[in-house]
């Protein structure tokens, strides 16, 4: 039989591997969204990219972008597209997949019930934990991927 389908459209959901609630599937979308400085400073990011896709509950996303040159000693906090869980320990992070700033070992955590995320404490080049403020990435790129759940 050589008949194809070009497209599907299903509404209501679609049961993968069972048709127990916990089995459907009702929520899958791409898209992008303009990210942000959450950290109180102010600062206009030089984004090249904020994409994200979401899969029921888990959103994955991709981030590059420049920071502009500032002086700021506010904590470094990033926009999300979606509110993450609250509760429980921890919703998700984030890795650095490139930057110039040499803080290549940054820990980027999701807040949880927010829909920022920031960098956690990390071990800077003498092996000594630090929160990386917005002065440590002053006019320097940076390359994220990391998911979080909402």
């Not at 990210?35 to 994955?60: E, W």
């Not at 070992?105 to 917005?134: C, I, P, Y």
Request: some cysteine; hydrophobic content about 30%.
């Amino acid at each position: 039989d050589t008949h194809r389908w070009r497209n599907l459209y299903l509404s209501g959901g679609a049961y993968i591997g069972g048709t127990g609630a916990a089995n459907k599937l009702d929520d899958y979308e791409e898209g992008t969204w303009t990210l942000t400085d959450q950290s109180g400073a102010s600062l206009s990011l030089n984004v090249y990219v904020a994409m994200y896709t979401k899969i029921g509950r888990k959103v994955f996303f991709e981030i590059g972008m420049q920071f502009p040159t500032t002086s700021s000693t506010a904590l470094v906090k990033l926009s999300l597209p979606f509110t993450a869980k609250s509760g429980d320990d921890n919703t998700g992070g984030a890795f650095t997949t490139g930057t110039n700033s040499g803080r290549d070992n940054d820990l980027w955590l999701v807040n949880r019930g927010t829909s920022a995320f920031q960098v956690g404490n990390s071990l800077n080049s003498e092996g000594h934990a630090t929160q990386a403020k917005n002065s440590h990435y002053s006019g320097k790129q940076l390359k994220l991927c990391g998911s979080y759940t909402v």
